[in-house]
Every structure is written in structure tokens, then in C-alpha cells.
């Protein structure tokens, strides 16, 4: 898995995250996201649209990952653009825990200078 962050605005970060989210990497993510949460930049946005795998460790990751931002006084947000992963968020119900963007949102997204 390959986890980078970047600013996005003057008080959101995004986590971009790509590979599979797993029980192997999923230490990776929560380190990733406690990293970039601050005082000044609370706010997270997980871009998962490079997730191609994800597990029920992963998704435990990912909401340990929401909470912590929640706890933060951020605001998480998170960008999936496969259908599979999606579905799986919906079956654990985590969809609806946060707030989700599309694959509309990626192209708004800066990445050619990241």
C-alpha cells in the first residue's frame, strides 16, 4: 500500500490511499491519518479511489481512522470510486457514518503537482 498526504486547503489534509487496505497495512493508514490531523488542519479527506482491495481489518482501520479525525474536532471525508468497496461500506453500515464523494470528486482534486 502507498499512503501520501498532501494539503488540500488551509484546513483540510487528504490522505491519498493506494493498494490494498488490509491487516498488513492497515497500521500504516492510522499512522498516516494521526500524522496529518493538527490543530490548524482538522479536516481529512481519505481518497480511497486507489484502494483495489479492502478487508474487514481494513474497514476497522478506516473507521478507527474516521473516528480519530472525528475526535480531532475534524471533519472526515472519504472518496471511493469502486463499486466493490463501496458495497462493502455500505454492508458495515460505515457509509453512513461519513460523508462519501464520488468519483467527481477526484477530478477536482489536484494531483498532477502531488
Known sequence: MIIRTWSLDS??????????LSAES??????????????????IVLNMAGVSRLDA??????AAS???IRSAGGTPKVIVTDEDVRELLARTHLIGLVEMLDAEATRALPFSDR
Open 26 to 43: 492497515g497500521a500504516a493508514l492510522a499512522e498516516s491519518v494521526s500524522a496529518a490531523i493538527t490543530p490548524d488542519r482538522p479536516n
Open 11 to 20: 484546513t483540510t489534509t487528504v490522505v491519498d490511499i493506494h493498494g490494498s
Open 57 to 62: 481489518a481494513g474497514v476497522g482501520q478506516l
Open 66 to 68: 474516521i473516528r480519530a
